[in-house]
């Protein structure tokens, strides 16, 4: 299971690459205007060009015509760009348009399992599940984690599938039991799966037993 860093900090973005802890980097126009050094779009070149990953960018515009258009200028800022689009009304007619031209498409807001299938049919690559916004209305979004990729692999879908910020270890883990090829994450979630509840006791004991061993005595020759 591969993890993507919902990050547009660049310190962030280096730090988990160089680890080997992100195979994506997931950016937001509201990730990309928090950094404010740079132009988003200046911003998002910059990323491109730092990790050779995919970068997936998200349009700002619900509406089919716009979407398209914009989806066509995200793809131009490099080749690793993944455009990420809301499945909304019409949603499919711009993810087939810029399939079809051989834009890689993430189709996003995808909350149950027929909602991927036809993503994935339309042509998009990847097909994100938010199952943090699933939990808060109080479904088992790991039921459609599981659910999806039941149907990908008996359709035989070409697609991939995405778990996005799912709160804790625990769930973590079951997002990747479930069937998903990958997990986004923020940077303290990241950071968070590095401890356990039981890590600093940990560290207190190995202190501890490093304090009380006997000091090695100097002979002298």
């Not at 209305?137 to 697609?159: F, K, N, P």
């Amino acid at each position: 299971m591969r993890i993507f860093l919902a990050s547009a900090s660049p310190a962030d973005i280096r730090w988990a690459a160089d680890n080997g802890l992100a195979e994506g980097i997931v950016t937001s126009p509201a990730l990309l205007a928090q950094e404010r050094a740079a132009e988003p779009r200046e911003l998002l070149a910059e990323i491109c060009r730092s990790v050779d990953l995919p970068v997936h960018a998200a349009v700002s515009s619900v509406d089919p015509n716009d979407m398209y258009r914009d989806g066509r200028e995200l793809a131009k800022v490099a080749d690793s760009i993944v455009v990420e689009l809301p499945l909304v009304d019409d949603a499919v007619v711009t993810i087939r348009r810029l399939a079809a031209e051989g834009v890689r498409v993430a189709a996003t807001l995808v909350f149950s399992a027929a909602q991927a299938l036809l993503s994935a049919k339309a042509g998009a690559s990847v097909v994100t599940i938010p199952v943090d916004q699933l939990d808060a209305l109080g479904q088992d979004s790991i039921s459609v984690v599981q659910e999806t990729r039941r149907l990908y692999d008996r359709a035989g879908a070409e697609c991939d599938l995405v778990a996005a910020f799912p709160q804790g270890a625990a769930d973590f883990t079951a997002c990747g039991l479930a069937g998903a090829d990958a997990v986004t994450l923020d940077i303290e979630a990241l950071r968070g799966l590095l401890v356990h509840p039981l890590t600093d006791r940990g560290v207190d004991r190995v202190l501890k037993d490093l304090s009380s061993r006997p000091k090695p005595r100097i002979t002298s020759v």
